[in-house]
């Protein structure tokens, strides 16, 4: 699995997961959200790419932050945006 991970996940020490379980930019335009991604460097959660507004990927665009873990129950792994690399932990 490694092999496949970028130099931005290899960075990413202490994984930050999610404090609230809720996209809080959803929640402020009362929109729905599909999946949750916490971002490595700020520690935001946000909405991921099947839902309809993106915010972790347009946070990840904007911000410049790259790596986001998965912010479901169960879901152990890292995803960057800039490199579309996966890594499970
Ligand atoms: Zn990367
Ligand atoms: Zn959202
Ligand atoms: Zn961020």
Redesign the pocket.
């Known amino acids: 699995m490694s092999a496949a991970?970028?130099?931005?996940?290899a960075g990413t020490k202490d994984i930050k997961r999610p404090t609230k379980r809720e996209c809080a930019e959803c929640v402020r335009i009362g929109a729905d959200w599909v999946h949750l991604r916490t971002c490595q460097e700020c520690g935001g959660t946000r909405c991921c790419d099947q839902s309809p507004n993106q915010h972790a990927r347009k946070h990840a665009k904007t911000s410049k932050h790259?790596?986001v873990a998965s912010a479901e129950t169960g879901e152990r792994w890292l995803y960057?945006?800039?490199?579309d690399?996966y890594l499970d932990y």
Request: with cysteine.
């Open positions: 991970a970028c130099a931005h996940i790259k790596v960057c945006f800039e490199d690399a």
